[in-house]
C-alpha cells in the first residue's frame, strides 16, 4: 500500500514538474482566463458541490467533528460565492511574472535586472477549510507556479469536487490540467512523500494548526513557507494619546479571538498604568476577556489572575489576555525579545524618539506605530490576498502574496563584451 | 567526547543569538571602523599570521597535500594585502540595513513600507581557503549579522590567528568579540551540530566541494544558501555576429577552467555550425581543450571525441568541452532544461526575438544576452563582494552580496486608524 501511495506521488510530482514549464511562460491573459472560469463554474456547478461536501458533512457528523469544524467544512451558497468573487480578483491583479526591477548599466554598459519568474512547483498541505482548495490554487496559478493540493480527509470529496472545476478552468484556456493537482488519496504517507520529494516541488505551504506545521518542520526536506505562532504585543508608551490607546487596545484583543494578529500581551508603562488599566479591564470585562496580570498590574486591576511565566509565552487563540506594566520602553522591548514569536507587535505613542527605536529595535515580521496588530494581513497590506503569513525569516516575512510566490533571475543584456 | 562539541557548539550559538541583537542594531560607523581596524591589524600582524600558517603548511606536507591545495592554503604577504584592501572595501560599501523599499500610503493613511534588516545568526562552513575567514565574517559583520565560522581542519591554526585579529577588530569598535566566532575544534561532530540548532543559527552557508554540500543538504536542518553545479550554456544562435560569438566562446571555456561561471557545453545552430566551429575548434586546440561532440560536430570538427549522455550533464571544471549543433533555438532552450544546473547560460545573437524568447524561457538564475557566462560574479555584478553564487531558488539567486545576507520586515505607521 505505500509503496503504490510513493508511486501515486511520484507521478503526481512529475507531472507537476513537466506542467511548471508551461505555466511558468503562460501569458496573464491565459492564466486569468482559467480563473475567470473556475468562477463562473463553481457558481454554476453549486448544487454538485454541495452534494459532494454533504458525504464529507455526513461522515463529519458520524465522526462527531466539533461544530465549529462542521461550519469550517461547509460549502454554502455563501461559501461559494466568496470563493468565485476570489478568483475573480485573483484574475485581476497584476501579474508579477516577467517584471523587471533592480535595472542598472554597468559601468562596462552590460544592462543588468532582476526577472521575477515563479518559484516553480508548490505543495499546500491543509486542514479541514475546501476554500483554501481553490484560494490557494488561483494564487499559485496567477504567479505561474504549479500546484499539488493535499487537503484534509474530513474534506475528501468537496476537495476533490473543487479539483474537478480548477480542471475545468485549465482546459477551457488551454493549459495543462495537471497544472493544479489535487491528491486523490487520505493515505498519510502522501504528507511524508509530498515534502521529500525536492527533485520535483520547490516549496511546501502549510496551512494548518501548530501541531500540523511542527511535525512538517521536522520531517521536510522541501524548504516551507510556515506561519507559527502570532504571540502579539501592544506598548502603550508614557507618551500615548490615551484615548488612542484605549480604543487600539480593545479592538487588538476583541477584534476576533482567533486570528493570529490578535494581541495577546498588553505591556503598559508604569507612568499611565493607573490612567490605562481600569478603563480599558472594564471595557475587557464587558467582552468576557479574562485577565492575567503581573503583579503591579494587580494593584490597578485586583481582579485579575496572577499571570505565570507561562502566560507571557502563550498564544491564548481566545478571550485571554496577559497584562505587564513595565519601568520604561527598553524593559517592553526586552519582555517582547525574549516572549514574543516574532509575528506583530505594535507600540502606541506621540512621540518620534520612542516610535522610531521601537520600530529598529523590535526584531518581528511586522512592527507597528499606533495601530493595532490585528492588521496583519495581506487584504490590508494592499498585497490583494495571501495565501499565509510567513513567520519565517528567510525568502518572504509577514503576509504572503504574489510576490512572495516567485522568485528571480539576473538577466544580462550585453554586446560582446569580454572579462578583463 | 561527542557530548562536550554538542556543549561547546551550544555555547557557541547561544552566544552568537546573543551577540546578533547588538550587531542588528549597530550603527555602520562602528561596524566600518571594525573592519578598517582588523584590515590595519591583518597588515601589522603579517609575520604572526605567516608563523601560524607556518603549522598548517607543515601538517599539510606531512600529510602529502596536493600542491594546489597547499598553494591555497598559503598565507603569503599578498595574500594579507588582499584581505586587508577588502576589508576595507566592505567598509567603504553601503549599509543596507535599516533602509526602506515598498514604501506607500495605504488607502486609509497607514503608511507602510519594507525595512532591510540583518538575517541573525549566520553558519560559514568553508574548506582549505583561510581568507575566507576574514572575507565571509567582513561581509556578515557589515550585514549586521553575528557569523560562527568553521572552516577546514587542514587551517586551523591560520583561521584561529585571522580570528583573533577579527576580535581585536570587533573590541577596538566597542562591538562585543562574539559577534564572529570561530569554531576551535576540529572535531566533526561540530557541524553536525551547528547545522542543526535552528534556534541559534538562521542560515549556514557552506562554501566547498560537491561533496560536503550534498551531504550538508540533507542533514541540515538550518536552511542553506547554497551552491550546486555550474553546468553552464553557451547557445550561438543562426543570426549571432559570428566575430562576437568567436570571442565569446573562446573566453567562456578558457578565462579560468575552475570557475563555476565556466562554459561547459555549447550549443551550434546547424545553419551556422561550419562557419563557427572549425576556426572554434583551431584556437581551443592551442588551448589544449579536449573537445567532445555530437555526431554532427564530429562532422565539423574530426578530431572531437564522441560525447555521451553522460557529457552533456557534467561540470568539467578543466579543460574539456562539449559540443552539440541543434536544429533551432527550441532544441537549444530543451537541452538546458534537460541537463542544466540552473546556474548561468547565454545566448549570442543580433535579433530581438530569439534573445527575448531564450531569456524568458530559461530557467536559470542568470541568463545572458552576447555574453560571455564567466561574468556570473558579484564584483561583475556591481554587488561589490559576493560571499557565493546561490543555486537555490528560494531567498537569493546568483550572486549573493550583502543584501542576500539581509531580509526585511514590515513597518507600518498609524494614527490610530482601526480595523473596519
Given at each position: 500500500m505505500t509503496q503504490?501511495?510513493n508511486?501515486?506521488m511520484?507521478?503526481?510530482?512529475a507531472?507537476?514538474?513537466?506542467?511548471?514549464?508551461?505555466?511558468?511562460?503562460a501569458?496573464?491573459e491565459?492564466k486569468?482566463t482559467?480563473?475567470?472560469?473556475?468562477?463562473?463554474?463553481l457558481?454554476?456547478?453549486a448544487?454538485?458541490?454541495?452534494t459532494e461536501?454533504?458525504?464529507d458533512?455526513?461522515?463529519a457528523?458520524?465522526?462527531?467533528l466539533?461544530?465549529?469544524l462542521?461550519?469550517?467544512?461547509?460549502l454554502s451558497d455563501?461559501?461559494?460565492?466568496?470563493?468565485a468573487?476570489?478568483l475573480?480578483?485573483?484574475?485581476a491583479m497584476?501579474d508579477?511574472v516577467?517584471?523587471?526591477s533592480?535595472?542598472?548599466v554597468?559601468?562596462n554598459?552590460i544592462n543588468i535586472?532582476?526577472?521575477?519568474v515563479?518559484?516553480?512547483?508548490?505543495?499546500?498541505?491543509?486542514?479541514?477549510?475546501?476554500?483554501?482548495?481553490?484560494?490557494?490554487?488561483a494564487l499559485c496559478?496567477?504567479?505561474?507556479?504549479a500546484t499539488?493540493?493535499?487537503?484534509?480527509?474530513?474534506?475528501?470529496h468537496?476537495?476533490?469536487a473543487l479539483?474537478?472545476i480548477?480542471r475545468?478552468?485549465l482546459a477551457?484556456?488551454g493549459l495543462?490540467?495537471?497544472v493544479?493537482?489535487?491528491v486523490s488519496?487520505t493515505?498519510?504517507?502522501?504528507?511524508?512523500?509530498?515534502?521529500?520529494?525536492t527533485e520535483?516541488v520547490?516549496?511546501?505551504?502549510?496551512?494548518?494548526g501548530?501541531?500540523?506545521?511542527?511535525?512538517l518542520?521536522e520531517e521536510?526536506?522541501?524548504?516551507?513557507?510556515?506561519?507559527l505562532?502570532?504571540?502579539c504585543?501592544?506598548y502603550?508608551?508614557?507618551?500615548?494619546d490615551?484615548?488612542?490607546?484605549?480604543?487600539?487596545?480593545?479592538q487588538?484583543?476583541?477584534f476576533?479571538y482567533?486570528?493570529?494578529?490578535?494581541?495577546?500581551?498588553?505591556?503598559?508603562?508604569?507612568a499611565?498604568?493607573?490612567?490605562?488599566?481600569?478603563?480599558?479591564?472594564?471595557?475587557?470585562?464587558e467582552?468576557?476577556?479574562?485577565?492575567?496580570?503581573?503583579?503591579k498590574?494587580?494593584t490597578?486591576?485586583?481582579?485579575?489572575?496572577p499571570?505565570?511565566?507561562?502566560d507571557w509565552?502563550t498564544?491564548?487563540?481566545?478571550p485571554i489576555?496577559?497584562?505587564?506594566?513595565?519601568d520604561n520602553?527598553?524593559?517592553a522591548?526586552?519582555h517582547?525579545?525574549r516572549h514574543?514569536?516574532g509575528h506583530?507587535?505594535?507600540?502606541?505613542?506621540?512621540?518620534?524618539?520612542?516610535?522610531?527605536?521601537f520600530?529598529?529595535?523590535?526584531?518581528?515580521?511586522?512592527?507597528y506605530?499606533?495601530?493595532?496588530?490585528?492588521?496583519?494581513?495581506?487584504?490590508e497590506?494592499?498585497?490583494?490576498?495571501e495565501?499565509?503569513?510567513?513567520?519565517?525569516r528567510l525568502h518572504t516575512?509577514?503576509p504572503?502574496?504574489?510576490?512572495?510566490?516567485?522568485?528571480?533571475?539576473w538577466?544580462?543584456?550585453?554586446?560582446?563584451q569580454l572579462?578583463?
Amino acid at each position: 500500500m505505500t509503496q503504490s501511495v510513493n508511486e501515486l506521488m511520484e507521478q503526481i510530482g512529475a507531472q507537476a514538474r513537466k506542467a511548471s514549464t508551461y505555466i511558468m511562460q503562460a501569458s496573464d491573459e491565459q492564466k486569468s482566463t482559467a480563473l475567470r472560469f473556475m468562477a463562473q463554474r463553481l457558481l454554476e456547478n453549486a448544487d454538485y458541490l454541495k452534494t459532494e461536501n454533504a458525504k464529507d458533512l455526513e461522515n463529519a457528523r458520524n465522526n462527531n467533528l466539533e461544530p465549529a469544524l462542521l461550519d469550517r467544512l461547509t460549502l454554502s451558497d455563501k461559501a461559494i460565492h466568496l470563493m468565485a468573487t476570489g478568483l475573480n480578483q485573483i484574475a485581476a491583479m497584476a501579474d508579477p511574472v516577467g517584471s523587471l526591477s533592480a535595472t542598472r548599466v554597468l559601468p562596462n554598459g552590460i544592462n543588468i535586472a532582476q526577472m521575477r519568474v515563479p518559484l516553480g512547483v508548490i505543495g499546500i498541505i491543509y486542514e479541514s477549510r475546501p476554500n483554501v482548495t481553490i484560494d490557494a490554487a488561483a494564487l499559485c496559478l496567477k504567479s505561474g507556479n504549479a500546484t499539488i493540493l493535499r487537503g484534509g480527509s474530513e474534506a475528501f470529496h468537496s476537495n476533490l469536487a473543487l479539483g474537478n472545476i480548477i480542471r475545468e478552468g485549465l482546459a477551457h484556456a488551454g493549459l495543462p490540467e495537471t497544472v493544479v493537482q489535487v491528491v486523490s488519496t487520505t493515505d498519510r504517507a502522501a504528507v511524508g512523500k509530498l515534502i521529500t520529494m525536492t527533485e520535483y516541488v520547490d516549496v511546501i505551504i502549510p496551512r494548518g494548526g501548530k501541531n500540523l506545521i511542527k511535525r512538517l518542520s521536522e520531517e521536510a526536506r522541501v524548504p516551507l513557507i510556515k506561519h507559527l505562532d502570532g504571540n502579539c504585543h501592544i506598548y502603550i508608551d508614557q507618551y500615548a494619546d490615551l484615548e488612542k490607546a484605549f480604543q487600539l487596545a480593545l479592538q487588538a484583543k476583541t477584534f476576533r479571538y482567533g486570528i493570529c494578529g490578535a494581541m495577546e500581551t498588553l505591556l503598559v508603562h508604569a507612568a499611565i498604568a493607573q490612567e490605562v488599566l481600569p478603563r480599558l479591564a472594564q471595557a475587557y470585562a464587558e467582552h468576557q476577556v479574562e485577565l492575567r496580570g503581573c503583579e503591579k498590574t494587580r494593584t490597578f486591576i485586583p481582579d485579575a489572575k496572577p499571570a505565570t511565566e507561562e502566560d507571557w509565552d502563550t498564544e491564548y487563540l481566545g478571550p485571554i489576555l496577559a497584562i505587564r506594566v513595565v519601568d520604561n520602553l527598553e524593559q517592553a522591548i526586552e519582555h517582547i525579545a525574549r516572549h514574543s514569536s516574532g509575528h506583530t507587535e505594535s507600540i502606541i505613542t506621540e512621540r518620534i524618539h520612542e516610535a522610531t527605536l521601537f520600530q529598529r529595535q523590535v526584531d518581528s515580521s511586522s512592527v507597528y506605530v499606533n495601530l493595532p496588530t490585528i492588521f496583519a494581513d495581506g487584504f490590508e497590506y494592499g498585497l490583494g490576498a495571501e495565501i499565509g503569513i510567513s513567520t519565517n525569516r528567510l525568502h518572504t516575512r509577514g503576509p504572503v502574496g504574489l510576490e512572495g510566490l516567485t522568485t528571480y533571475k539576473w538577466v544580462l543584456n550585453g554586446n560582446g563584451q569580454l572579462r578583463k
